[in-house]
Structures are given as C-alpha cells and as structure tokens.
Antibody, heavy 116, light 111 residues
Framework: VQLVQSGSELKKPGASVKVSCKAS????????LSWVRQAPGQGLEWMGW????????TYARGFTGRFVFSLDHSVNTAYVQINSLRADDTAVYYC???????????WGQGTLVTVS | QSALTQPASVPGSPGQSITIACTGT?????????VSWYQQHPGKAPKLIIY???NRPSGVSNRFSGSKSGNTASLTISGLQAEDEADYYC???????????FGTGTKVTVL
C-alpha cells in the first residue's frame, strides 16, 4: 500500500492550489481517504474525508467553503483544492487511508504548501 | 469540537516507562472506543501505533500499549528507547459530524 502525494507548492495569497494523493497497492474505492493539515510547529488537524466509493465529501468545521475534495478513479487519485489562499494556509497537507472506519493505517508523505 | 488535551512534553530515561494522557469529554473519549495513537518523527508522516484503544497494528512494538478510563485515554511506552523520541498524537473517531479529532500532541524526550 502506498499513498504518494504531489510536491511542494509556493503560492501567492489569493491563488489556488491542488494537492494530489495517488493510491496504489489496494482497491482504491474500498477505503475512504481523509485530509489532515499540520501548520509549521503545530499539531494535526482533521480537515475531512471523501468517500472513494461514492465521491461524497465531508468537511470538518473550519474547512468549508474554500476547500474542495475530489477524486479521479481512472488514476486512483484523490485531490484537495484550496481556493483564495491565505498566509495561515501554510502547512503540510497529508492524505491518510481510513481503516476499520475509525483510524488511519497509511499516510502520504505530506505536501508542503507555502503561501507568501 | 475542541482538540483533545495532551501534555506538551513528557521526558523519560532509557529503559523507563512513561505514560501520555489524552483527555476529552463524555461526548468523545468517554463515549467511544475508537481512540488511536500516532507517532511522528520530525519531518515524517504520522505512524499508527494503537487503534481501538488497546490494539497494535502488525509490526508495532509491544512496548507500546493503550488504555482508557472514563474521559481519558493513555499511551504507555515501556522500556523507553532513543528511537521513541518523537511527537505522539491521540485521536478519536465519533459519529458526530466532526468525525475525527486529534489531540494537541506530546513531545517525548529521551534523556
């Protein structure tokens, strides 16, 4: 099982960014995928998850409006797009596979998004 | 929903046992047996070490153990080793719209 994320991004305030998470080694639609944010020197923050079977996203409080989760089943890839970027969006973004509906057993390597 | 509360740091000496507490409420930790613990080394992705309060994934050392009492979950690391120096996060899954909440994180320092 592997989750491989796209590379670091440097964006200006107000721009958009799309981070990808390519899954391999398992049946993509059998496990949900969550997104987790970690600001510099800070803790983990759950952003929400996407049902990889139905494509239905669920956003945590604080991650509604500017954040969009999506899928491309043809390449077993999940995406998070962040619009109207702000300086406080600077963080490492992780995707993580949901296991047993309650925990995360595999994580991507993380994608650093810098807004400056 | 607020983050679960963990001590900022816990020091320990090699070979010692340490325990990290994760405090929530009756609506999260106290109400569900879906507590997980993650280990994160600097610059690395988190790694699952405990799920379902007490279960270890395959390949995780049995020096790591989990428990829960009331609104507080705990992670115990026995026989502390230098490689255990890392940040540790608890998390809880609930059936509310928030679904998952992480703890504030604890830095374990091996003296």
């Amino acid at each position: 099982v592997q989750l491989v994320q796209s590379g670091s991004e440097l964006k200006k305030p107000g721009a958009s960014v799309k981070v990808s998470c390519k899954a391999s080694g398992y049946t993509f639609s059998a496990y949900g995928l969550s997104w987790v944010r970690q600001a510099p020197g800070q803790g983990l923050e759950w952003m929400g998850w996407i049902n990889t079977n139905t494509g239905s996203p669920t956003y945590a409080r604080g991650f509604t409006g500017r954040f969009v989760f999506s899928l491309d089943h043809s390449v077993n890839t999940a995406y998070v797009q962040i619009n109207s970027l702000r300086a406080d969006d600077t963080a490492v973004y992780y995707c993580a596979r949901q296991w047993l509906g309650q925990t995360y057993d595999y994580w991507g390597q993380g994608t650093l998004v810098t807004v400056s | 929903q607020s983050a679960l509360t963990q001590p900022a740091s816990v020091p320990g000496s090699p070979g010692q046992s340490i325990t990290i507490a994760c405090t929530g409420t009756s609506s999260d930790v106290g109400g569900y047996d879906y507590v997980s613990w993650y280990q994160q080394h600097p610059g690395k992705a988190p790694k699952l070490i405990i799920y379902g309060v007490v279960n270890r994934p395959s390949g995780v050392s049995n020096r790591f153990s989990g428990s829960k009492s009331g609104n507080t979950a705990s992670l115990t690391i026995s026989g502390l080793q230098a490689e255990d120096e890392a940040d540790y996060y608890c998390s809880i899954y609930t059936s509310s719209n928030t679904f998952h909440v992480f703890g504030t994180g604890t830095k374990v320092t091996v003296l």
